[in-house]
């Protein structure tokens, strides 16, 4: 079976340090002001995001097909994977107290068959499994989604999507770069709408819609 890989990337997902109001997760909601300590602030405290994408990314034809195989990559460098069954919680707050768990203890549930789990200790680590990633980067070389999914199928690399809300990718990110591409001209797009386009594109070229 066919399967597209996609590793969302730099994912802001950190637990809160003990005495920070408003856990689990660091969140810009409640710590803008805690984040001013932190480097790259800009890049971090928006685990929103990666709810929204995961959500998406789970609820697809192409995942409930079989078709999908996704790991997450957060920004302390550890890559997670996630099964195609998994049922993340719709609601936020639920999602926030599961990606707690997953980060302290490097899986969920802590019992039985793990839904999610740390699989790499780097993204080095996943790329020598791998192979190196075809990226979605506005500085890339111009591509339609189309393009995109078909080398991807079709060479059996994984898909990167950047999950931070602003700056660039850390060039060793960008170190582990097959290709990168940029559509829609380079203009700017959120995180959903490209995994959303990448999605679509896939299950048009497999048949599924």
């Known amino acids: 079976m066919r399967k597209l890989k996609v590793i969302l990337l730099e994912a802001p997902l950190e637990l809160a340090p003990k005495g920070w109001k408003y856990g689990p997760l660091i969140d810009k909601r409640y710590h803008y002001h805690y984040l001013s ?16 994408v995961m959500l998406l990314m789970l609820d697809s034809i192409l995942n409930m097909k079989g078709h999908l195989e996704l790991y997450v990559h957060v920004i302390d460098g550890r890559v997670f994977a996630v099964r195609n069954d998994e049922r993340l ?105 490209v995994a959303y386009e990448l999605l679509c594109s896939t299950e048009r070229l497999l048949g599924l819609c």
């Not at 300590?37 to 929204?52: E, L, N, T």
């Not at 609601?91 to 926030?96: G, P, R, V």
């Open 89 to 193: 919680p719709k609601h936020f707050d639920a999602f926030k107290q599961i990606m707690a768990q997953l980060l302290e203890h490097e899986r969920v549930p802590l019992e039985g068959e793990p839904l999610m789990w740390k699989a790499y200790d780097s993204l080095s680590d996943f790329v020598k499994e791998h192979g190196k990633i075809i990226l979605f980067w506005e500085k890339g070389e111009p591509a339609t989604f189309e393009r995109v999914a078909k080398e991807a199928l079709d060479e059996g690399l994984p898909v990167g999507i950047g999950l931070f809300p602003r700056g660039d990718f850390e060039r060793s990110t960008l170190r582990k770069a097959a290709k990168a591409y940029s559509v829609m001209g380079g203009v700017p797009l959120k995180a959903w709408t």
């Open 37 to 52: 300590k932190y480097s790259r602030k800009w890049k971090r405290g928006r685990p929103d995001i990666v709810h929204f």
